[in-house]
């Protein structure tokens, strides 16, 4: 997830801009964040690092995933995809998962050259019984293909690039959004959630969006910028429970830094 701007649609003030408040989070000053410090993310390795540091836990390094390594994933044939989104989940709760508990892991199909099923389970212990190696925490989802995966592997700042599609949305509607995102190599369903989100996220935050364009991901106290922030609180929560996957319960060091215990770590150099 991550907020993008279009039109301005929903309660608005008297500017005509849409207004809604954001409830910010403050950094604790020992906590090192996890994510890819760097010019968009506006923190620097004093407070964003691509390792998970928790006390009392040993600090999880992520491995650097090459481009062979990440066309591999694209490669791989899912046999039981997830159906398209019938309807909009953000208007229509009856479509957001109730559960999204448990672990997501990948399984071989041995008919299938390459081929690899999706499972839930309660927890990676059930996982490996059957076989399986997770991919990420929580159920799977739109997102759980280890083709969105390659997508967030090889983009770590999706920023910009979805901004760019969502605007699309202003003069050519939302089939074009779509359109742009299925071309960052997303899957369709997957691609469907971030625009839906897109959408949502122009509606809820685009007053305090437009104040933040050119602003970094993060304040200098580590926070989320107040635009990321609305998306945060107002999307975030369906969007997580329809995708399944996100960057932070995959284990992925993004621009977007985000507290180490809300990581899982994950390896993705080892499916069946």
Same mark, same amino acid.
């Given at each position: 997830m991550l907020a993008v701007l279009a039109t301005a649609c929903g309660g608005s003030n008297e500017s005509g801009t849409t207004t809604t408040a954001v409830a910010t989070t403050t950094v604790a000053a020992d906590v090192v964040l996890f994510g890819l410090p760097g010019?968009?993310?506006?923190?620097?390795?004093?407070l964003c690092r691509p390792e998970r540091i928790v006390p009392g836990e040993a600090t999880w390094v992520p491995p650097t995933y090459g481009d062979a390594e990440i066309e591999s994933l $694209?490669?791989?044939?899912?046999?039981d995809p997830p159906a398209l989104l019938p309807g909009d989940p953000y208007?229509?709760?009856?479509?957001?998962?109730?559960?999204?508990?448990?672990?997501?892991?990948?399984?071989?199909?041995?008919?299938?050259?390459?081929?690899y099923r999706l499972a839930t389970f309660g927890d990676a212990t059930a996982a490996e019984a059957a076989g399986g190696v997770v991919t990420h925490s929580g159920a799977c989802g739109a997102c759980?293909?280890?083709?969105?995966?390659?997508?967030?592997?090889?983009?770590?700042d999706l920023g910009e690039p979805v $901004? +760019?599609?969502?605007?699309?949305?202003?003069? +050519?509607g939302d089939a074009a959004t779509l359109d742009c995102i299925i071309g960052l190599g997303?899957?369709?369903?997957?691609? +469907?959630?971030?625009?839906f989100n897109s959408a949502y996220t122009r509606e809820a935050c685009l007053g305090v969006c437009l104040a933040a364009?050119?602003?970094?991901?993060?304040?200098?106290?580590?926070s989320l910028n107040p635009c990321l922030a609305c998306d945060e609180e107002q999307s975030g929560p369906i969007f997580k429970a329809v995708a399944g996957r996100t960057r932070?319960?995959?284990?992925?060091?993004?621009?977007?830094? $985000?507290?180490?215990?809300?990581?899982t770590p994950v390896l993705h150099n080892a499916y069946p």
């Open positions: 010019p968009s993310t506006g923190l620097d390795e004093t $694209r490669a791989r044939s899912l046999v208007s229509d709760g009856s479509l957001v998962p109730a559960d999204t508990s448990g672990v997501c892991a990948v399984l071989a199909e041995p008919g299938v050259p390459g081929g759980s293909s280890l083709q969105d995966l390659a997508v967030y592997l090889a983009n770590p $901004r +760019q599609c969502a605007l699309l949305s202003l003069a +050519q997303f899957s369709e369903p997957c691609a +469907q959630i971030w625009a364009l050119d602003d970094p991901h993060h304040l200098p106290d580590g932070r319960n995959s284990g992925i060091p993004v621009a977007i830094c $985000r507290p180490p215990e809300e990581v």
